[in-house]
């Protein structure tokens, strides 16, 4: 059973050093202990549909490893993301190809996150999923990143998000990682409650309920090999 850390001597629990911003904080224990609980459910819905490609964009801290093939993994850039190749938006990527999208702790701005959820529904295959997992502004656990860690946001914001953008969400997230200590929990319960994440998947329709513009067979962005 985990236990609450020990107070400071104004009385509040001390909140690990680590370097600034988001990045940084992914890459200290607790950081680690939450990707560490979100990464089989991670690897396990990129799996559902084997031999598919798969389009993941997360946290640079994350490893990547015992991802399934084929995919293409990107994480933030100053211009956009670096990974697997370097692109910004529109994503190098040709319409409905791709058979399953994570966003793991994507920290965008709304016009930018709904650009790229427009670009995701655009590359999704028709009946193809993605999830969506950010941290839980609800959970006691936030004092763990505070303000200079990722940003949080409830289920509710990303839920509007997805619909505009054409995909139809669950009508329930998952809450996911630790309740209280720096320690990895990676099972799934209904709803956030208070854990320190949620995730939240949706579906892109096998046909949109609006008729929709025909798109160019292919669109791309400049991009660039990895170094």
Not at 85 to 96: D, K, M, Q, T, V
Not at 165 to 185: E, F, K, M, Y
Request: a positive charge.
């Amino acid at each position: 059973m985990s236990t609450m850390p020990a107070p400071s001597p104004t009385g509040q629990p001390e909140r690990p050093a680590v370097a600034p911003g988001a990045d940084g904080w992914f890459a200290s224990a607790a950081g680690r202990a939450l990707l560490d609980s979100e990464w089989p459910q991670v690897r396990a819905f990129l799996a559902e549909r084997p031999g598919q490609p798969w389009l993941w964009l997360g946290p640079a801290a994350g490893s990547g490893d015992g991802l399934p093939v084929p995919g293409v993994a990107l994480r933030p850039a100053a211009d956009g993301w670096s990974g697997s190749l370097r692109c910004g938006l529109p994503l190098p990527l040709a319409n409905e190809s791709v058979a399953a999208i994570v966003l793991q702790h994507p920290a965008l701005a709304p016009a930018d996150a709904a650009a790229l959820l427009a670009e995701c529904a655009r590359v999704l295959l028709p009946g193809a999923a993605l999830c969506v997992c950010c941290m839980n502004p609800l959970s006691a656990w936030r004092w763990r990143w505070g303000r200079g860690g990722p940003g949080a946001s409830e289920p509710q914001t990303w839920r509007h998000r997805l619909r505009a953008a054409g995909l139809a969400p669950d009508p329930v997230s998952q809450g996911v990682g630790p309740r209280w200590g720096a320690i990895a929990d990676p099972g799934l319960q209904h709803g956030p409650g208070v854990r320190a994440a949620w995730l939240l998947r949706a579906r892109k329709r096998m046909v949109p309920l609006t008729p929709v513009r025909a798109r160019a067979s292919l669109r791309l962005g400049a991009e660039a090999p990895a170094a």
